[in-house]
């Protein structure tokens, strides 16, 4: 029994770390910004896409794993330049957009990869043995690197000037503009790294993941539900939102029938938000 609860508890943590590295994008930008992106888990399917592409073409999977970020992080900054920016002052149309651009996104690769499924092998596959107990190395290595990422966000944010400004911004945006601040071209910064921060949840999950032009559609809905139930404004919501949508949609297979985890998944983050509007840790945005 406590074999099964460490390889439980390990396989719910290495689910975790991706989706709160999804959901900590998508939430910068809903607490900068004041839309959802409908868009983002098409994001997370560029990251894979470019990990698969460099696999294919023998480049190599760490290549496209390096590039993954810094590729959709310069799409995002594009595509905010280009079409997002336009829409902020209607935050609906804005959604809507977004979605149309996904569409667009997801109906391209499709394209690409004939409607099939791709797989990508793991960059260190096997496993290594702690106390008799078998650990994936590539599950660790996700892990590892997403625990290095909020880190590194929460430093980016709390201890540059920049991230003072994005701060700045986020919590008063008028107050911003009149101090000086560019807040379009903070707009246009935070939006890549969140697009980034998705490109790099894609590229570390498709090696688990076979490659599909859907792969988005799951990791969106998840990730809109986890910014809702941890609340926007804060970098702690969307983090925490991310770890108890992600631990509820990984471990609730193992208690009920997986036909019926998603659905519960909803059921249970739609009552909390319905009790606590705000969020379970929010901060606002004024």
Request: hydrophobic share 55%; charged share 10%.
């Amino acid at each position: 029994m406590p074999e099964f609860i460490v390889r439980f508890s390990f396989d719910i943590l290495a689910f975790v770390s991706v989706m709160v590295l999804i959901v900590l994008g998508l939430g910068i930008i809903a607490s900068m910004m004041g839309i959802f992106n409908f868009a983002h888990g098409e994001l997370v399917l560029l990251g894979a896409f470019t990990v698969f592409l460099a696999h294919d073409i023998g480049i190599g999977i760490w290549w496209g794993i390096l590039a993954a970020p810094l590729l959709v992080g310069l799409f995002g900054f594009l595509l905010e330049r280009a079409i997002i920016q336009r829409f902020y002052a209607s935050p609906v149309i804005a959604m809507l957009g977004t979605y149309a651009i996904g569409l667009v996104i997801r109906e391209i690769v499709r394209g690409i990869l004939g409607g099939q499924y791709r797989p990508v092998p793991e960059p260190w596959p096997g496993y290594y043995v702690v106390g008799g107990q078998e650990f994936s190395i590539w599950r660790s290595f996700i892990i590892v690197t997403t625990l290095a990422a909020i880190a590194g966000s929460w430093l980016f944010l709390s201890r540059t000037s920049f991230g003072l400004r994005i701060r700045g911004s986020l919590e008063n945006p008028m107050l911003a503009r009149a101090c000086g601040i560019s807040t379009r071209k903070l707009y246009s910064l935070t939006f890549a790294f969140g697009a980034a921060l998705a490109g790099l949840a894609g590229a570390l999950i498709v090696p688990l993941y076979q490659l599909s032009a859907d792969m988005g559609l799951r990791f969106l809905v998840q990730g809109f539900l986890s910014v809702m139930l941890g609340g926007v404004g804060t970098f702690a919501g969307p983090v925490f939102g991310g770890a108890a949508v992600g631990a509820m949609a990984s471990g609730l297979p193992w208690v009920v029938e997986p036909v019926l985890a998603d659905p519960l998944v909803f059921v249970i983050a739609l009552i909390v938000v319905k009790l606590r509007p705000q969020g379970l840790i929010s901060g606002g945005r004024r």
